[in-house]
């Protein structure tokens, strides 16, 4: 007995100790602002490629000019420092790469096949790079959460806020302001096409474009999006008013309508000459959609608060219901699409008609006020 308990004690004592090791957390920190005892990097690119990969990075703020590629799953955090806050990426004195066989667009975040990446509390600045296409923060066929994130002065050849590209992930971007870029602010696109993978959330979000930027927010297929509760301010003066004026031109809010989601809650305003508030396009889903577009504020549209466009083949039927439309060239464009599910809209002060383009057949009411002409037809 006495020489069994010794081997016993011994075993337990092993065991007690593994059980943390297997499941510890690793964190390490950039710029030193946590103590000695957190591992401490110089750069984030040093932190996220160490031997030991970590599971958070917690970087003090202050200003990094890195290009970050993101292999692997992780949490970046951004953490204040005294009275300092911000933690602003730039672009490295080398310049910058191209990432994920995209040519002539260089990334300053590049993430890719990463597992699950959630970014918090980070600037992301371009000011200052030419030449290429500059997109901010690039997912491709990762998941993750993009929080209290900023992206700005993307800008170059073709300049994108956020990327979330590819299939088989699902992606939130939430609380976040992206500004001042020429192309697209936000811009999630399933490219299998098979509308069964990407699931994307873009919430609660202020997206600002260069006045001659394309569009705000622009998704495309997918099995999932919801774009809720955020506000696009323009673009004000779309840089080529006969690319505006065609279907799939410019926006505020564009949607390849995908199997299931809504756009809801948002604001729309100051959208430019042949813009429209929210564009919703042909679905590239694999099944029949429930989509729905309801309790949107557009104002001051210059083109169609709300367009269903008929490039590459009508939308499906939506629920489009509770929107709030006013200062707009037309309210509702139904594209000569059949849609019996266009009501409960408030619609005011309206340049040509409150519901434009509409086939015979369609019923719909509708609130009206100050407006033009009610309706045309095909």
Known sequence: MFRIKPVLFVCAALFVVYVPLASATVTYQVGGCLGSSVTNFTTISAALGDIHLPNVVKVCAGTYPEQLFIRNSVTLEGVSNGN???????????????????????????????????????IVDGDGIIGSGVYGIYYADTSGTLDHVETRFQRGAGGVGIDLAESANTVTVENSNVHSFNL????????????????????????APDPTAIGGILTGGGASVTISDN????????????????????????????????????????????????????????????????????????????????????????????????????????????????????????HSFALADVPPGVTTSNKYYDVHALSSGC
């Open 84 to 122: 300092a806050a911000q933690v602003v990426i730039t672009a490295p004195p080398g310049g910058l790469a191209e990432c994920g066989g995209n040519v002539n667009i260089v990334m300053q975040v590049c993430v890719i096949n990463a597992g699950t990446v959630n970014i918090t509390n980070v």
């Open 184 to 207: 697209y602010g936000i811009l999630a696109t399933d490219e299998s096409n098979s509308g069964a993978e990407m699931t994307v959330k873009i919430e609660a979000n202020t997206i």
């Open 231 to 350: 506000i696009v301010l323009g673009p004000t003066k779309p840089v080529s008013t006969n690319f505006c004026a065609g279907e799939g031109g410019c926006f505020g809010i564009a949607v390849a309508v995908p199997s299931a989601g809504s756009i809801s809650g948002n604001t729309v305003v100051d959208v430019g000459s042949y813009a429209a508030g929210i564009q919703l396009l042909a679905c590239l889903c694999a099944a029949s959609t429930t989509f729905s577009v309801t309790s949107n504020t557009i104002f001051d549209a210059g083109g169609n608060a709300i367009q269903l466009s008929t490039n590459n083949g009508p939308p499906p039927p939506l629920k489009i219901e509770g929107n709030i439309i006013s200062q707009a060239l037309n309210g509702i464009d139904f594209g000569c699409t059949i849609d019996n599910n266009v009501s409960s809209n408030t619609i005011s002060a309206i």
